[in-house]
């Protein structure tokens, strides 16, 4: 039986917009300067499109293209002025901060505030420089924590508003006085995922945290180079330790893409050790993620979890022996017309699907709620 599941969604976002900054210079012949600000962007950098004017020294100028507010490094050249595009991009980081082995798959840069252009060492001339930024415009949320307690030792955490999306990038901004013992932990609120997590620093930083996909059978895929973005239908909890005591003493922008989540909660019947139970939503679109949240009580050395597609039958994930919430990216790799592998593939696909999705249970103990799955699907 098909059941009516708990559909979480936001409203969306436009998909892409630009803006242009042009900067006059003024001053002398080879050492004029001058600089721009656009508006706030809140989105995912796609591109910067630097336009020099023809009669700029080639042998001089400069062009620095960066954050308002954070300083945050778009772009930088000196001694140019070719016109050129630039995709900015950092690579993904685990929930501990640390690169991904085997990551080749930059990811894009998200900002929540203007782009600040700056040209020097050029010569006076309107329109020196244009830049055109191109960007996705996404939801953001900003979490400020405060800290009290004694020096050194302060500590505070504060939690987001609900996000329901595909989390796309984290900046990070420290207040001036906080000082570098402290520690930050950013993590989802009801299951207690680390996002992100870093000791001993107050470097301003953007990150985007990132997991590899797994195989039906929550096994790394072999090759695999393409790191996912978490997805949550949660709130996310900032906690800041070993600081002063301070007001703001770290602020997180939270840079999300609205999803659709649907929940599938799965109460289990049985003897302790046996119980069992099931449960069928109708799903459509590709399955970006799964966050599995397991009840506290669900008995860890024996608990099955299973997610199959109801019209197909196959295995999307499945987990042996484990009560650990956790969010998995389920991934398949794609095969040629005659299904056979593809040489060379390192970039695995999200299943699709266009019926239901069952969550089953086994070995476990008799719970209300003992597993519930937040299927997270782009229409």
Known sequence: MVMTATRMSVSRVPKVRAVQIAVTTTGSAGSATGNATSPIITGQILGVYVNWHASAPAGTSDITVEGATTGLDLYAKANAVTDV????????LDAAATALTSDVTPQRVCINEGVKVTVAQSDALTNCAIVTVVYRPLMAEQVAVTTTGEAGSAEGNADSAHIVGEILGLAINYHASTPATADIVIKTKTASVNLYAKDDTTTDAFAVPVIFGVSAANAGLSSDVTPQHYCIA???????AQGDALTAAVTVTIFYAPLQAIRIPVTTTGAAGSASGSATVAVEGEILGLFVTCHASLPAGTADITVSSASGGHTIWA???SATSVFVAPRIYGVSVADGALSGNVTPEPYAEHGGVTVAVAQGDALTDAVIVDVFVRP
């Not at 595009?85 to 993904?92: F, R």
């Open 85 to 92: 595009y630039k995709v900015p991009s950092a690579y993904g």
């Open 319 to 321: 987990r042996s022996n």
């Open 234 to 240: 949660d709130k996310v909890n900032v906690a800041l």
